[in-house]
């Protein structure tokens, strides 16, 4: 009788130990692909920037982070404010100007808003414990352009700082004036401080913009990519800097001239050559090969992709649905690792902290140009990059089987 009970109760102590494990609720996780996702993503990176900018606070909170093959430490860590500035300015501004969507992100977009005001206010302001200078490097030539950029992108941000700012920001944009581009993409930023100048205070050099646009034009080298330079590296520049920055250029000069047309007719053709083969970087798990310099901009290799999404430039060959999975991808793979963050703030690497992948100019604020990634929340909800079905994109689709269309270059001359 006494093995009977013992046998019964080891019965029924197995059975629901086997049934409690087989319906345990997993925790629930965001689709990967969807917009609440990307601004969960966006939330967790920015909020420690803009919020502390917000309240003064950014010199106190920002850890005085450089590459360990720093050149420069002293120098690196004082241009860094800027740096973040412009770099999470740049992909966020877009998304600032948007008036609609859940009120959960509603909610969310108010805040932030009101702390990019008074961000600004602050970064401009020399009273301020977070003012930034403009006059310390050539450095601050490329973070006043990606702070250019960010307004060029959002009419918004203009419309809603107070004049006393905006007189601060134009006076900080020309102060980068007196530093000469290096010979290479940086003439792109000259270019687009500019641009910025001749939207907001009519007052412009047009020969820095014409140099840059002709200097580009004779750095083409074909199939949609241009050198960096006298020379041609296998990097993520063209995605980095140029064609977003070629783009943001060419949108805004062609309403002051039509000189440039058929050069822009070119770099149009160029731009959907170059995100056809982006898309094709981006491998099945959303990795990309980790080549070139400035890698530790992790998500920031598909700025161009990202940008193209934004603007509905798509060409052809690629789908919204495809795109947004390919980009949610890589969103996903570069900031899975746990590793990614320390005490809120990114790490230098491409998938968590990877201190040997820097580069000696790298600073705490280096790694956020991966906001870029987030352009296309710039789109609303209902726009069709965000309520198309998700399909795989082209490395996907190759290394799980399926049939697929070949790749094939384009000559534009």
Known sequence: MKNRILFFFLLVLTVHTVYGQSVKKKPTSLNETSRAFWLKEMDRMLRPVVRSLAHDSLRLNMPQMTSIHVDNRAH??????????????????????????????????????????????????????????????????????????????SPWLWDHIDNQTKKNLITSIKITRQFRPAYSNWLLFSAMNEAFLAKYSDDWDVMRVDYALQQLEQWYVGDGMYMDGPHYAFDYYNSYVIHPFLAGIMDFIQLKTKSYDRMFAKVRLRNERYAIIQERLINADGSFPPTGRSVIYRAAAFHHLADMAFKKRLPGELTEGQVRGALSAVLKKTTESPSTYQNGWLTLGMYGSQPGLGDPYNNQGSPYLCSVIFLPLGLSDQDPFWTSEVTDWSAKRIWSGQDWNKDQSKVIQ
Not at 76 to 97: C, D
Not at 128 to 134: E, G, L, Q, V
């Open 76 to 153: 690196r860590i004082e241009v860094q404010y800027v740096e973040v500035l412009g770099r999470v300015l740049s992909g966020m501004a877009p998304w600032l100007s948007l008036d609609d969507g859940s009120v959960e992100e509603r909610r969310l977009r108010d805040q932030y808003r009101k702390w990019t005001v008074q961000a600004l206010k602050n970064a401009l302001d020399s009273n301020a414990r977070d003012f930034m200078r403009f006059d310390l490097g050539g450095q601050q030539l490329v973070d006043a352009s990606f702070i250019a950029l960010g307004f060029m992108r």
